[in-house]
């Protein structure tokens, strides 16, 4: 059974910065991506950023190229998210979650097999 556990989120004012953890577990993960997406109030979920476990490919989405960094602790099984120069449109619960293969910026919602229960980020203007 998978589980990713999440953990780094709080509040923080813009311009600040704050790291996310996903520590998973229940399973080899050599052939899965992680990613992580967020979701707004009132808003979809959608796609943040994105590392291949083997080789570490990365990919971000446009809102947070130069300002987020994804990495990983293949040792520790645990993904981070490095947020840099937060601003307000960045406050969402941010959700760790893996697949088999890649996880791109197009990847529908629905094609993510596993999630995080996630954990509230909130930037104060």
């Known amino acids: 059974q998978v589980q990713l556990v999440e953990s780094g989120g709080g509040l923080v004012q813009a311009g600040g910065s704050l790291r996310l953890s996903c520590a998973a577990s229940?399973?080899?993960?050599?052939?899965?991506?992680m990613g992580w997406f967020r979701q707004a109030p009132g808003k979809e979920r959608e796609f943040v950023a994105a590392i291949r476990w083997s080789g570490g490919s990365t990919y971000y989405a446009d809102s947070v190229k130069g300002r987020f960094t994804i990495s990983r602790d293949n040792a520790k099984n645990t993904v981070y998210l490095q947020m840099n120069s937060l601003k307000p449109e960045d406050t969402a619960v941010y959700y760790c979650?893996?697949?088999?293969?890649?996880?791109?910026?197009?990847?529908?919602?629905?094609?993510?097999?596993?999630w995080g229960k996630g954990t509230l980020v909130t930037v104060s203007s």
């Open positions: 229940g399973r080899t993960f050599s052939s899965y991506s």
């Open positions: 979650a893996t697949r088999i293969g890649l996880i791109l910026p197009q990847t529908p919602v629905n094609a993510v097999a596993y």
